[in-house]
């Protein structure tokens, strides 16, 4: 069984895994010089810069790629679909807890400094 959150997809008749591992993020970062963050959100953002995007496809995928292959792979799934499975290889590797309900009243309060007022406080 793989702990490896990744997004499968096929390319040219092969299935590969496009994977945010912390392996990732250090390869993206040493050949980009960037955070993998900064390079996903800036991608989200302009969307137009092909060598960034072929970096983190090439980080996700295992680095073990040459550019060329990379950048073949990515014109066969498509340029928008390559940035697609980039945002959710992204949401893969670090998802948004659930937040949830409270049963309990006093979580619901806001923070305070604890000097509420009661109904039983006279006021002056």
Do not use: C, H, W
């Not at 793989?2 to 912390?22: D, N, Q, W, Y």
């Not at 697609?84 to 009243?105: H, M, N, T, W, Y």
């Amino acid at each position: 069984m793989s702990t490896v959150r990744g997004i499968p997809f096929e390319a040219a008749g092969t299935v590969r895994t496009l994977a945010f591992t912390t392996a990732a993020m250090v390869r993206y970062q040493r050949a980009a010089g960037e955070t993998l963050i900064a390079g996903v959100l800036a991608v989200e953002r302009d969307g137009f810069d092909a060598e960034r995007v072929g970096r983190l496809v090439n980080a996700g995928l295992g680095g073990k790629l040459t550019e060329e292959e990379v950048f073949a792979l990515i014109d066969a799934v498509g340029y928008t679909e390559a940035i697609r499975l980039i945002g959710r290889a992204f949401k893969e590797a670090f998802p948004v807890p659930e937040q949830k309900p409270s049963s309990d009243a006093e979580a619901e309060k806001p923070a305070g400094n604890g000097a509420e007022r009661s109904e039983t406080t006279p006021t002056p």
